[in-house]
């Protein structure tokens, strides 16, 4: 299964993808899209839209996992945020695939082992997971993160699967 992990963010978003084999999870590669605060945000959307589909159609993935929006004081930024969010929900939906949405303590928690990690953490544990791996950024660790994420929920709820079908068989 090869998984695209999304950080939404407008000015930043970061991806990584993936390949997952039973328990043995590989890189394939990360990045970050970027888009200029000069531009106005219509146009700011399209090319987040524009770079995320190349990736989409680059790496192929079966899976997408996407971070979450939490609400901050600056009620502004939370729906630019919003707005990149859906632009990192509507281009996998477009691909066809399957979209897990995770908040950002469970990412840490299913990275890093606790909820409240910072990034050096976030950071130390994709490295460590994804040996000799090159990060484009702190975005790309985080899509990693929300990617490792999703592939242990994903194995978590097949194994479930097949255990239920051999109860019921």
Not at 109 to 134: E, F, S, Y
Not at 143 to 169: K, T
Request: charge should be positive; include cysteine.
């Amino acid at each position: 299964m090869r998984v695209l992990g999304i950080d939404p963010g407008l000015r930043n978003m970061g991806w990584g993808v993936i390949e997952v084999n039973g328990s043995r999870i590989t890189h394939i590669a990360n990045g970050i899209c970027t888009s200029l605060a000069t531009e106005d945000l219509g146009a700011r959307l399209a090319s987040l839209h524009a770079q995320l589909t190349h990736v989409l159609k680059t790496y192929a993935p079966d899976t997408a996992a996407v971070e979450q929006t939490f609400v901050n004081k600056d009620g502004a930024g939370t729906l630019k945020l919003g707005q990149a969010r859906g632009i990192a929900m509507l281009v996998p939906a477009q691909a066809g695939l399957t979209i897990g949405e995770y908040y950002p303590n469970a990412i840490k928690k299913a990275v890093v082992g606790v909820g409240h990690a910072d990034k050096k953490q976030i950071d130390h544990m994709v490295r460590l997971q994804l040996p000799g791996v090159k990060l484009a950024g702190p975005d790309a660790a985080d899509a990693l993160a929300i990617a490792i994420c999703h592939a242990h929920y994903a194995q978590s709820a097949g194994r479930l699967s097949e255990a239920l079908a051999r109860a019921s068989a």
